[in-house]
């Protein structure tokens, strides 16, 4: 089992000092601490490759905390059972697997391609309102097709909640309180709720269940048949913002690499050019000929993942990388720190995308690309989110060049609380000749 120690306690380290600058705590403990770290008791952070890894895919040892964004509705009839739950996650899965986000790029690509069209030139952009509606119109038509039009508005809602309720405060109120947040939430997710049942009612009646994710969890199951409306409805709320939260935040470290890296933008620019005339003509061949825009995005990812820290606790006494964990613990599971490794990756801190078309640098390699997770909790998005950022990415490099706003102060501000965002990024999009 190894020997029966704890971490190294961080010098310094505390709740105080981790708020004040999350990310350069994160990166003192790994360089001065190693592979796991002492936050402070019972508080480790897995700082590299190999114990994240060991953590995401030790479920059993390390479980995902059971609080959902938007948990089930309470209902006279009762709440979806976990098994229910559980055949509706599958069911959800069958669309957003890369088989199938493949055989979609065609519905994805229009909307990306139309997305430069809505940013005004000559003049300095807040970007991330924009990056979130375009994004957030792809994954909402990308789960209902025809209907997504209706559930757009009550998606942005939801998004809005999701905001005000993860907001930091200084009081953490126990779940059963119902601040005003929560409420808001509630009224949020009641609306979406509402106006998707009439959408699957429609659907089942006629028998035309559609091809997207809505109708992927409406096709009965040789294992489960029907699931119940209830355990579709309630699964639909989180997925629904998740599809264009996560990468929006991601968009506005690549738009910003973009502005700061015009030699790669070019080459971005140089790849989009071939890619067809009529946006829906796009298959996953093209899709797959973006190599260095692709790389482009890893790479970015790489540097900032969207979701920088994930938090598990310890289901019992355990080791990790030798060290013992006790029952109860949290792990923060950092990919910031692990994929700035520099025995994983060169010159880690460098942006460097040409890194991703290298073998030496496989995505295959454990641990080395967690920005979307692994294991049994990885991003069940990932496929959807590389395809989105990807094409939106080649769109924007091919009609504009960006720059950032002049001046020696930064045109955004880092946070870290929920995801490494940019919040306020400005830009600037002159056409290309």
């Known amino acids: 089992m190894g020997r029966m120690n704890e971490p190294p306690r961080l010098p310094g380290g505390s709740f105080a000092a981790w708020s004040r600058d999350r990310l350069a705590l994160a990166r003192r403990g790994a360089d001065e601490c190693g592979d796991v770290w002492q936050l402070e008791p019972g508080v480790y952070v897995a700082a590299t490759a190999g114990p994240c890894e060991a953590v995401l895919h030790r479920a059993q040892d390390f479980r995902k905390a059971p609080s959902p964004l938007f948990p089930p509705l ?32 065609g519905e994805i690509a229009p909307t990306a391609s139309r997305f430069p069209d809505q940013w005004p030139t000559g003049q300095d952009v807040e970007i991330l309102p924009l990056v979130r509606h375009a994004l957030a119109e792809i994954g909402v038509r990308y789960l209902f097709s025809e209907d997504a039009p209706t559930l757009l508005p009550f998606a942005s809602q ?48 006629s028998g035309r269940l559609g091809d997207d994710v809505l109708g992927q969890m409406l096709q009965p199951s040789s294992r489960y048949g029907l699931l119940p409306e209830e355990a579709i409805l309630d ?53 797959d000929s973006l190599q260095y825009t692709q790389a482009l995005v890893r790479e970015v990812l790489r540097l900032h993942p969207p979701s920088w820290l994930l938090t598990r606790r310890a289901a019992r006494q355990t080791q990790l990388d030798d060290y013992t964990i006790d029952a109860g613990s949290t792990v923060l599971v950092c990919p910031y720190t692990a994929q700035r490794d520099a025995r994983e990756h060169s010159e880690p801190d460098r942006f460097q995308p040409e890194r991703w078309l290298d073998d030496s640098d496989s995505t295959a390699k454990p641990g080395v690309f967690l920005s979307f997770g692994t294991g049994p909790h990885g991003c069940e998005g990932a496929a959807l989110a590389m395809a989105m ?27 870290t609380f929920e995801g490494l965002a940019t919040v306020g990024l400005r830009l600037r999009a002159t056409l290309r000749s």
């Open 389 to 415: 950022l990807t094409l939106l990415t080649a769109q924007t490099a091919r009609r504009y060049h960006l720059s950032e706003p002049p001046g020696t102060e930064p045109s955004y501000q880092v946070t």
């Open 158 to 205: 939801l998004f809005l909640a999701r905001e005000v309720l993860v907001r930091p405060s200084r009081w953490v109120w126990p779940r059963w309180i119902p601040t005003p947040a929560r409420r808001f939430r509630t009224r949020q997710q009641v609306a979406f709720t509402d106006a998707l049942r009439p959408i699957v009612r429609r659907r089942r009646s």
């Open 235 to 287: 699964t639909l709320p989180g997925i629904t913002v998740a599809t264009f939260e996560a990468p929006a935040r991601a968009a506005g470290w690549i738009l910003l690499h973009l502005a700061r890296h015009p030699q790669a933008a070019g080459r971005v620019a140089a790849e989009a050019a071939l890619l067809p005339a009529n946006p829906a003509a796009t298959t996953s061949t093209h899709l």
């Open 74 to 105: 309470k209902r006279s009839s009762g709440a979806p059972t976990p098994e229910q739950r559980a055949h509706a996650h599958a069911a959800r899965m069958r669309g957003l697997r890369p088989q199938a986000v493949a055989a979609r790029i």
